[in-house]
């Protein structure tokens, strides 16, 4: 009988609803068994199955009837429900007043009724680490769940890793995929941070795995050399499957030796698998892409890029064959298919969330140089989201070379001087590898553009030096020779172009895109001498097209019909700088696809703006238009005419107003349509 002060459960429920923190102080007597069945399925027990061996004994000693009539007792006290589960209220009061070490021994117990069953503990070990468990058996098994989960969804792996630390798992055994994990959701701080954990052990477990993480996170610190470093110093006989990566490492920093020592030619995988197969011949592109015919390099990169997509596995790399088959594009004179290999990698998500920004920007710079700005900007922002971390160093770096080349393409000084000084700082946090020379090479034409040139001649320096131990590849050197002989044309400086000139002389000899920069730059050099032949200029603007560069092309021919003495040439000129930058004729003045030296003055727009017998001028304008037209600067225009220089410069203010040129190159060809032939610029 239930002894006249203690209340019963009916009662206690009552009692739980108007004060719940005291609740399971009610459930006292013969109640207490109650108290242990909800707690016991609180924790994490279940019913029908083996539930506390003490609540088990106690049932079986008497206490109660049996097991039946005390769930009876607890479901018609309203604390349990039909489904086996406590109310929730009572729950939380149950576990939140009973002593943590009572609830910890309740929960290792029930571990081990299902270890032995053989059962996964699944969602239920990760509540348990997070409820603060230290066991090993729920460490082992949220272990293995991240190492199930580390390939495909590395973002739960780290979770999982995570967890099982809580749970008791070996930090240092665990580190190498820590490390991984984290790398790949684009935490870059915190895998380095564990990695040197793992590499203060006297016998760092996964060795391996742990360099491979260590040279992808020194990569993306724009510290190529530091991950062939990571390598040499790992040696042949650990190297193993990263042999391949060891290769792009040590290539990508100038050393062909090394390279060739972990990755001898002929090497092949050491297994059938998609990710071996992808790994070795992203290794094997990289090196056929060295070759003085390297047209064997990009279609096996391409392979590596399929392959490594099929397998959909994140790895840590220096660098993804989706990237570097994108880069070989680029460097091949082929925007175009770089955008297609670029964008299948994206869309298919190889290398993880950490690579994406990567991607972004290459298939950006693809934009770019075809001549795309919108779509340019538009895989910018993308990058600038497609993870929760800041840009690293070498996409941080990449991503500024961009904004100069879109500023530089733009026409728009201001923001040409604002990306130069973000440029400037970037370049700061990386240093020069193989795999960053397009950037290189349009900050050394912006340098010269805007006489700055002694901020970039140290790491030019570099570039020079190691395409030289390279070799010279042509695939790789062409682009920069290019970028050179056009920073020697902004410098007026022949001596500077020759070496440049004569390098990609000699390199057409393998590359058809070399023997098409040859004869742009000879172009270059006739138009700026005042002494070259239209239908020569539009050949060679043509070819820059033909070539993935229509924006340099139509730059080419809109300084060759500013300089043109022939009305005729100079209209001819102008029709093909407007077939290859169709945007330059937007007189938006916001709009980002003008050019740096814009040929917007395109035959029917002019003609409307400005009259043919230069009526539109005054005398004192046209004299103005003559000497601005042969060159002169304020001070000159002034000296000759006896002016003040502000004078002259509110003239050619007025006068561009007035014909609508959009800059200065615009505003030359418009003042030679307004004087026409009868009147040219003096000698």
């Not at 042999?243 to 062909?256: E, H, L, Q, S």
């Not at 393998?510 to 098409?516: F, G, K, V, Y």
């Not at 509110?650 to 307004?674: F, K, P, Q, T, Y």
Request: hydrophobic fraction near 45%; proline fraction near 6%; include cysteine.
């Amino acid at each position: 009988m239930m002894g006249h002060d203690q209340p019963s459960a009916e009662e206690a429920v009552l009692l739980a609803s108007s004060s719940l923190p005291y609740m399971p102080e009610q459930l006292r007597g013969e109640n207490a068994l109650v108290r242990e069945l909800l707690l016991a399925l609180s924790v994490g027990f279940m019913l029908p199955g083996p539930l506390p061996r003490e609540l088990e004994r106690k049932v079986a000693g008497g206490a109660v009837e049996d097991l039946d009539a005390l769930v009876a007792r607890a479901e018609s006290s309203g604390l349990l429900q039909p489904d086996g589960t406590v109310l929730g209220t009572v729950q939380h009061a149950l576990l939140t007043s009973t002593p943590t070490v009572r609830i910890h021994t309740l929960q290792r117990e029930l571990v081990g009724y299902l270890a032995a069953d053989g059962r996964l503990l699944g969602d239920f070990a990760r509540q348990l680490a997070r409820n603060g468990l230290a066991d090993q058996r729920v460490a082992a098994e949220l272990e293995k769940a991240g190492d199930r989960a580390l390939e495909h969804n590395p973002g739960l792996a780290a979770q999982l890793y995570d967890e099982a630390l809580l749970a008791g798992a070996d930090e240092v055994g665990t580190a190498a995929r820590r490390a991984q994990a984290a790398l790949a959701t684009g935490d870059l701080d915190s895998a380095g941070r564990i990695i040197d954990v793992l590499l203060g052990c006297p016998d760092p477990p996964d060795l391996r795995l742990g360099m491979d993480v260590a040279a992808a996170v020194w990569a993306q610190r724009g510290m190529l050399a530091r991950s062939a470093d990571v390598y040499n110093w790992l040696g042949p006989e650990r190297v193993g499957p990263s042999a391949p990566a060891a290769a792009v490492a040590m290539i990508g920093c100038g050393n062909r030796a090394g390279a060739d020592k972990l990755f001898p030619d002929g090497a092949a995988p050491e297994s059938p698998t998609l990710l071996a197969v992808a790994q070795m011949q992203t290794g094997k592109g990289i090196l056929e892409s060295l070759a003085a015919d390297p047209h064997q390099g990009l279609p096996v990169l391409i392979h590596a890029s399929d392959m490594l997509t099929a397998a959909g596995a994140t790895i840590p790399l220096p660098d993804t064959p989706g990237a570097l088959a994108g880069l070989v594009a680029l460097h091949s004179g082929e925007p175009r298919l770089a955008e297609t290999i670029l964008r299948a990698a994206v869309t298919a998500g190889q290398g993880g969330d950490a690579v994406k920004p990567r991607l972004f920007l290459l298939q950006a710079w693809s934009a770019m140089q075809q001549d795309n700005p919108e779509e340019a900007r538009l895989a910018i922002n993308e990058a600038s989201k497609a993870n929760p971390w800041p840009l690293v160093p070498r996409d941080e770096f990449l991503c500024a070379a961009l904004e100069v080349g879109l500023a530089r393409r733009s026409g728009e000084v201001h923001d040409l001087v604002l990306a130069w000084e973000r440029a400037r700082e970037a370049m700061l946090h990386t240093s020069v590898d193989l795999y960053s020379l397009l950037p290189w090479g349009e900050l050394m034409i912006t340098a010269a553009r805007l006489r700055e040139s002694r901020r970039v001649s140290h790491y030019l320096d570099e570039v020079w030096k190691l395409l030289q131990q390279l070799g010279e590849p042509p695939l790789w050197a062409v682009p920069m020779h290019w970028a050179a002989v056009q920073a020697a044309l902004l410098n007026e400086s022949p001596a500077d172009l020759a070496p440049h000139a004569a390098a990609l002389a000699r390199a057409a000899q393998h590359s058809h895109l070399a023997s098409l920069l040859a004869g742009a730059g000879k172009a270059w050099v006739s138009v700026l001498a005042g002494q070259f032949q239209a239908a020569e200029v539009e050949t060679a603007a043509r070819a820059l097209n033909a070539a993935g560069m229509p924006w340099e092309g139509a730059r080419l021919a809109g300084h060759a019909a500013a300089r043109a003495d022939d009305r005729r040439d100079m209209m001819r000129l102008l029709s093909c700088a407007r077939d290859l930058h169709p945007q330059g004729n937007s007189g938006s003045p916001n709009s980002s696809g003008r050019s740096e030296v814009r040929p917007a003055a395109v035959e029917n727009h002019a003609t409307d703006a400005v009259q043919q017998d230069g009526s539109v001028l005054s005398e004192r304008e046209k004299e103005v238009a003559r000497l601005v037209l042969e060159g002169k600067t304020y001070r000159e225009i002034g000296e000759a005419i006896y002016i003040s220089p502000r004078t002259a410069e509110h003239h050619i203010a007025r006068m561009r107003r007035r014909l609508g040129a959009e800059n200065r190159s615009d505003l030359l060809v418009r003042l030679r349509l307004a004087l026409g032939p009868e009147d040219p610029p003096r000698e």
